[in-house]
């Protein structure tokens, strides 16, 4: 078992083939998608490394030239999703251009820009070793070299330097910009787009500045025009098919229509997004796509109309925890700036986003914008509540905390209440009660307080719309609560005050007792779920203890240095992540025993920031032991470097796992799993190959479904032969004991032999053991007689 | 170097006036500028824009536009004359009505011949242009409304004119209009004002250019008149179009003080199909451009702002130099203020009139030079027309002024008053040089533009405008000799009281030093020749427009241009190169003895504002006139209103 790292963003520039599909790089993969229904139609897959660059094939528009740092080139039809052909060119390649007439270029790894000859040869897999270098010192960013009308030159950008290269002078024009001119702007290029039908160079420069070349294949006599509109650099620069327009877009997040004709003239498409990191457009012109830093694409139609969006799960900064929206399962946490992402992980796309601050967030470095920090749902899912902050930085803090009410008929969630400086500090933590009689709410600051919010009818006003307000406040002895958590049928409250775990009761607010257990504060709360609730859970920066709450005693603790501990809401298990010495280990418990029920030694690197429990839609039936704690959720976690990943485990062999051939998985595994974790894993059966032959040949040369069915039926009991042969050795002591085994044993090939026959042609009849014993007998005897009296 | 005692003046309001037009004149590489007060400047473009002429205006001269035609400069004005120069004398030779009311343009056709004005009544005159005069010869057919600009075709047998509305291509041999181009307004609310078209240049290859009040350069095709491209420059007005010698690149002027290059361009590389494509930009000025020129390695442009603005196009610029520097002339590049040393008085010289202490008035003219005497007993100024003398007494603050009457009739005006340095002698210069008290004349060809006096009343030294430097003994009234001719005008000059070596400072910023007892260069100048100047104070863009010695150390010869002053001290060795330039603040803070090693002849100074002039009075007091350029910014009017990013 291994934890998968999702494939949810895509890291790379999208490509058009014609106005249909839209190809783009996601790690190791190549997606396909539509750009009318923005579903994924295909995912070209075979790249072992990152996915770098994807290009449509000029001379075949229905196949696509893509690159990855395995060191390949790989051909596709992406129609249809078959590979054509794999390039072996030995480096990692960065970045991939091409050029009708001749060859393809790339630039590998030591920042060259080659042009790589593609032998033309049957086979699929070619060495494709026959490269000649064009530009040395290139930048990395493929925005930074662009190809130019035709392809007669090649221009690329680094640092403060233009360098184009025509390929049939073979001269090279290097045009270098000052560092600062007297206003201090800063001139260094940041990408770099060619005009498909004139001789025109755009350049886009840190300071926002765009620079139109023209006259390049002299030395003095060059020209440019400035225009300038963005406020910080422009992230990428791209022509229209027909070289009317010119797109750029930056930070901004604001896609820029520039006319070619009249400089001066430009429209605008504001509020796409994140940052803008790629655009390009179709082929015939007619659609952009701009691909955006926050996992997103936005496909445009000509005419700056928004036509469709592509987004993945938002990449940003994350605050709030890891939460499962009870309704729709989806996984919930930070998205856009100000926003809550829902986001499907059985479907890999966003169901929608949530404005929690409803305000315009200002796409400007520095600025103190109000964020969302924490978020809760409750347990049915009805209520949201959200803390938003600003000013977390400078002393002057302002928040609020905003209860969300799920509208049934809107399918969303409205706003129902807002309490502004809910409290005097920051919410640190805060969580439902699990109770189905009140809906309550309680939150811990750091004003060493904490608070009970509780739905109540407001008697003054309409009676239908009730709202939340403030039921209790608690402290305990001026100290800062961290950690709130309740039990599981929502009677008791268990707050955390530095190194105290204090009880509550939630009935009547009384501080029922402190449990304390030096040294140093409590990190996690956490109580134990279904036979285990009497069970409270608490770790330290040393140690995990469990309380018997019913004693009020410690139970068991354990020396360990966890960093994250959940509940499975599903099951007793408890996961807990621990650091050690660089990489995260995991371990899976119940609160009853001190005893791991599954430990996974350096599960990843780094520090896992954030986990959740995802439900599964149906319970597994899993025959591993081992992972029996994950037939009824997934475990999903986040790492440092915000890269989610998927404890996934490998489920359990069913038919239609063989049939619908997840060997992807396999491969996946085998790619990633160390020597010792693949011995760990249940291999899958050998049968497959039977089943594929049997799926990959027509349906007319098949034989009667009903003869294949027992066939089928029988493949799949191949698994069991191992435990056949053991009743058979059995029986073969036994027949050394009695005398007339020797009877038996024939009577059991025989039965077998029936059997297998059984599966070709009706069977026999079954015949009661006395006849089978006369039946030998009649074979034993000896019949020769009957052959004398027939030859007399 | 010593400290002195500095008067700081800022209360000579000099306010320069705004520039109407420009012409080149590519043959002697002249540029003639035109000033809203009538002034007329002359800059040579080859000797680093150094402001060779100026021929002051009147009152009433509004000029609106200037022609070359081969060395001979026109120019016409709202007051609907056309007005021919005399360059020689900087005065203006002779004036005609064309009878037409204002005239809003006049330009000349590449051959010389003819000149064609523009007038308000809508007709385009043609001039005939003769050896001493013009003369009419006949009109174009006759629109409605008026002729704002004008272009001839090269061949000169087409004209194009620039109306309301409308463009109208003439034919020169029938007078018939052929051809009428009709212009889109502006959109919005300048829709229902009428287009001016500002400015049309008529291309050798059949296309007209044209710059309109709603922001359009449009190009045109003169043979089907149709419109080929239009290019929306700007918000605001398009004032002004110039297009290069070749025809490869045009400057346009706008209203909101840009300056937009356009340029003559293959779309693919390699192929004859060119296009007009914008290219650069350029926001030196304020202020509306009112003028711009092509000048075949700069963009030279002036407007509203009264910046005269040389941009280079460094594309065509080989090396880094005084050619590619940008040069920004603010002052005019002579002296506006003179100084009586032992008086003590600053006399100041407006367009109008002249402030010493006090405020006093003028007529109408301009008044061209003016001088008051080391003693301050005297003042003389000059106008176009006349020149005067004033006895000054000064007495307890009480100031009397008593013109002097029945002077010489010879002294009918002058270029530059010079007097001696006792009072005694005043020296005048046209074309003629005048000794005054007593009263004798010398003869030379070309305008005088400076004049120095030694200190003794022995030598008199001028220089003119062809570069020539001429010295007189004044004891025998004759022409003593003529000081070896440089390349670069003399831009200031003067006799040391001492050793009488006349000490000259170039436009290209060449200092020489000229023994006129001995008739040959000192062994300093021959030594400074030799060396070569540091670099640094070649590439300084101002001329030098003041020497003065110091009384006290014979040795120390002080300038100053617009940005700084500067003692030199001929007996410390010339920078090298590679030394440091600007060294005080280094040798400060070096030990006594390091410091010698380290310090170079030129002590430079930029503490002060942008300075008119710079004394070095007889009490070791120092009077620095300062205009600073904020001062002037202040007193224009109100730039076109721009959104600005982030306001």
């Known amino acids: ?792 | 170097m010593g400290e002195f005692n500095v008067h700081r003046v800022r209360f000579f309001d000099y306010m320069p006036s705004a520039i109407r037009a420009l012409a080149f004149q590519p043959q002697r590489e002249r540029i003639a500028v035109a000033r809203t007060d009538g002034t007329v400047e002359i800059f040579n473009r080859a000797d680093c824009f150094f402001q060779e002429k100026v021929i002051p205006g009147r009152q009433q001269a509004a000029t609106e536009a200037l022609a070359w035609v081969g060395d001979r400069l026109f120019s016409a004005g709202l007051n609907g004359e056309i007005i021919e120069y005399d360059l020689d004398n900087n005065k203006t030779k002779y004036t005609i009505d064309a009878y037409g009311g204002p005239i809003w343009s006049i330009t000349s056709n590449k051959q010389g011949t003819h000149l064609a004005v523009g007038c308000e009544d809508g007709t385009v005159k043609l001039f005939e242009v003769h050896e001493d005069r013009i003369q009419f010869e006949r009109n174009l057919a006759k629109q409605k409304g008026r002729i704002i600009s004008l272009s001839w075709h090269p061949s000169g047998s087409k004209i194009v004119a620039g109306m309301m509305d409308v463009i109208h291509i003439f034919d020169t041999e029938t007078g018939q209009s052929v051809q009428r181009l009709l212009v889109d307004r502006g959109v919005g609310t300048s829709r229902s004002q009428e287009c001016v078209v500002w400015s049309v240049v008529y291309l050798s290859d059949g296309t007209i250019i044209s710059g309109d009040s709603a922001g359009k350069v449009k190009m045109w095709d003169s043979r089907t008149g149709t419109l080929i491209k239009s290019h929306q420059v700007t918000k605001w007005d398009v004032l002004t179009l110039s297009v290069s010698q070749d025809e490869t690149s045009l400057a346009v002027g706008t209203s909101e003080g840009h300056v937009v290059q356009f340029q003559f361009l293959s779309m693919v590389l390699g192929q004859e199909d060119k296009e007009w494509v914008r290219t650069r930009t350029f926001k030196n000025h304020t202020h509306d451009v009112r003028a711009v020129l092509e000048v075949n390695t700069a963009i030279v442009s002036g407007g509203m702002d009264t910046q005269f603005v040389v941009r280079p196009l460094l594309d065509k610029i080989d090396e880094r130099g005084q050619a590619s520097a940008l040069r920004n002339i603010q002052f005019p590049h002579r002296r506006l203020v003179s100084c009586a040393r032992k008086a003590g008085l600053l006399l100041f010289q407006y367009p109008g009139h002249l402030e010493l202490w006090r405020y006093y008035s003028n007529g109408e003219e301009h008044i061209c030079c003016s001088a008051v005497s080391p003693c301050g007993g005297w003042i003389a100024y000059s106008t176009v027309a006349s020149f005067r003398l004033y006895r000054l007494h000064c007495e307890n603050n009480n100031v009397s002024i008593i013109k002097v009457s029945k002077l010489p009739k010879v002294l009918s005006s002058a270029n530059q008053i010079c007097f001696s340095s006792d009072s005694s002698h005043l020296f005048v210069a046209s074309t003629l040089l005048i000794f005054y008290l007593p009263s004798s004349s010398q003869g030379s060809g070309q305008a005088i533009n400076l004049l120095a006096a030694s200190e003794d009343g022995k030598w008199l030294a001028s220089a003119n405008s062809d570069h020539e430097v001429q010295i007189y003994n004044l004891n025998k009234m004759k022409p003593h000799c003529t000081v070896p001719v440089h390349s670069s005008g003399v831009s200031a000059m003067a006799i040391h009281p001492t050793t009488n070596n006349l000490f000259m400072v170039h436009a290209d910023q060449q200092l020489t030093e000229y023994s006129v007892e001995k008739k040959q260069y000192t062994d300093w100048s021959r030594q400074v020749q030799r060396h070569g100047l540091h670099s640094l104070w070649l590439e300084r863009d101002t001329p030098v427009t003041n020497v003065t010695f110091n009384p006290k150390n014979p040795a120390h010869i002080v300038l100053h241009d617009m940005y700084m002053f500067c003692i030199i001290d001929q007996t410390l060795p010339l920078p090298d190169q590679r030394s440091q330039f600007y060294n005080q603040l280094t040798l400060r803070s070096m030990p006594e003895k390091e410091r010698k090693k380290h310090s170079h002849a030129f002590k430079m100074c930029k503490i002060f504002k942008e300075l008119l002039f710079v004394e070095l009075m007889e009490d070791q007091s120092l009077v620095v006139v300062e205009r600073p350029l904020m001062d002037i910014t202040a007193q224009l009017p109100a730039p076109v209103r721009q959104k600005k990013f982030a306001t």
């Open chain 1, 1 to 792: 078992m291994l934890p998968s790292k999702q494939r949810l963003f895509q890291e790379r520039p999208a490509y058009f083939s014609k106005t249909m599909f839209l190809l783009c790089a996601s790690g190791d993969l190549v997606k396909v998608f539509s750009t009318s229904t923005e579903e994924c139609v295909h995912v070209l897959e075979g790249h072992t490394g990152q996915v770098t660059g994807v290009i449509l094939n000029p001379t075949n528009h229905l196949q696509v030239y893509s690159c990855s740092a395995d060191g390949t080139i790989r051909l596709w039809d992406f129609i249809d999703g078959i590979l054509i052909k794999i390039f072996v060119c030995g480096w990692p390649i960065f970045s991939i251009y091409t050029q009708v007439s001749k060859s393809v270029f790339v630039s590998p790894e030591n920042f060259q820009l080659v042009a790589l000859h593609l032998p033309k040869v049957p086979e699929q897999e070619v060495e494709a070793r026959e490269m000649s270098a064009v530009l040395c010192n290139i930048s990395s960013n493929p925005g930074s070299t662009a190809m130019g009308r035709g392809g007669e030159y090649v221009a690329s950008v680094m640092g403060r330097q233009l360098t184009v290269y025509f390929f049939k002078k073979l001269k090279t024009y290097r045009f270098s910009l000052k560092a600062t001119d007297k206003k201090g702007a800063k001139n260094a290029f940041t990408c770099v787009a060619c005009h498909p039908k004139d001789d025109c160079i755009a350049t886009g420069h840190e300071d926002g500045k765009i620079r139109l070349w023209r006259n390049f294949n002299q030395k003095k006599e060059y020209t440019y025009s400035t225009q300038h509109w963005h406020h910080d650099a422009v992230g990428t620069l791209c022509f229209t098919t027909e070289g009317m327009h010119l797109l750029s877009g930056g930070v901004e997040s604001v896609l820029v229509q520039w006319h070619c004709e009249e400089v001066n003239k430009k429209d605008f498409l504001p509020r796409l997004g994140g940052a803008i990191s790629h655009i390009c457009v179709s082929p015939d012109g007619q659609m952009y796509s701009t691909s955006h830093l926050d996992n997103k694409i936005n496909i445009i139609h000509c005419s700056l109309k928004l036509s469709a969006v592509i987004q993945g799960l938002v990449k940003g900064n994350i605050w709030t925890d890891l939460m499962i929206d009870p309704r729709t399962r989806a996984l919930v946490m930070n998205g856009r700036p100000g926003h809550l992402q829902f986001y499907s992980l059985q479907q890999d796309k966003q169901l929608y986003s949530l404005d929690i601050v409803q305000q315009e967030y200002i796409n400007q470095e520095g600025l103190d914008q109000f964020e969302v920090m924490r978020a809760a749902f409750s347990v049915g899912g009805t209520w949201l509540a959200t803390v938003e902050e600003r000013g977390r930085c400078t002393s002057d803090l302002e928040s609020s905390l905003k209860l969300w009410v799920y509208n049934e008929k809107a399918q969303s969630f409205e706003l129902n209440t807002t309490i502004t400086a809910a409290h005097q500090d920051r919410i640190m933590h805060m969580c439902f009660s699990p109770s189905t009689e009140t809906t309550m709410l309680v939150t811990t600051a750091w004003d060493n307080q904490f608070k009970v919010w509780l739905l109540g009818l407001d008697s003054d006003t309409q009676k239908e719309h009730a709202s939340w307000s403030c039921d209790y406040v608690g402290s305990y002895h001026g100290l800062q609560p961290t950690n709130c958590c309740f039990s599981s049928d929502g009677s008791l409250l268990a707050v955390s005050f530095k190194e105290v775990v204090t009880i509550w009761s939630s009935d009547t607010w009384e501080l029922l007792t402190t449990l304390c257990q030096p040294p140093g504060p409590i990190r996690e709360l956490c109580f134990g779920r279904l036979s285990c609730s009497k069970y409270l859970l608490g770790t330290t920066a040393k140690n995990l203890f469990c309380w018997n709450l019913l004693t009020c005693s410690l139970e068991w603790s354990t020396p360990m240095d966890v960093c994250l501990l959940r509940s499975d809401p599903l099951s007793e298990n408890v996961v807990a992540f621990s650091l050690h010495s660089g990489n995260t280990d995991l371990f899976v418990f119940r609160p009853s025993e001190p005893r791991p029920l599954f430990t996974q030694k350096a599960v990843c690197g780094g520090k896992v920031q954030r986990c959740v429990f995802s439900p599964r839609e149906e319970p597994l039936d899993s025959c591993d032991e081992r992972f029996q704690w994950l037939n009824r959720s997934r475990l999903y976690f986040l790492t440092e470097l915000m890269v989610p990943l998927l404890v996934d485990d490998s489920v359990a062999v069913t038919p239609f796992y063989l049939l619908l051939g997840k060997h992807r998985q396999q491969q996946e595994e085998k790619q990633n799993s160390g020597v010792s974790q693949a011995a760990d894993r249940v291999q899958p059966p050998q049968a497959s190959v039977a089943i594929k032959e049997l799926l990959h040949t027509p349906a007319h040369v098949l034989p009667a479904a009903s003869f294949l069915c027992s066939m089928f039926v029988n493949s799949l009991l191949i698994s069991n032969t191992g435990k056949g042969k053991e009743p058979a050795e059995q029986v073969e002591e036994s027949e050394k004991e009695e005398d007339d085994s020797e009877e038996e044993m024939e009577t059991h090939d025989y039965e077998q032999e029936v059997r297998t026959q059984g599966s070709v042609e009706e069977a026999p009849p079954l015949l009661s053991k006395a006849e089978e014993k006369e039946l030998r007998r009649v074979r034993k005897t000896d019949f020769s007689w009957v052959t004398n009296l027939a030859s007399s």
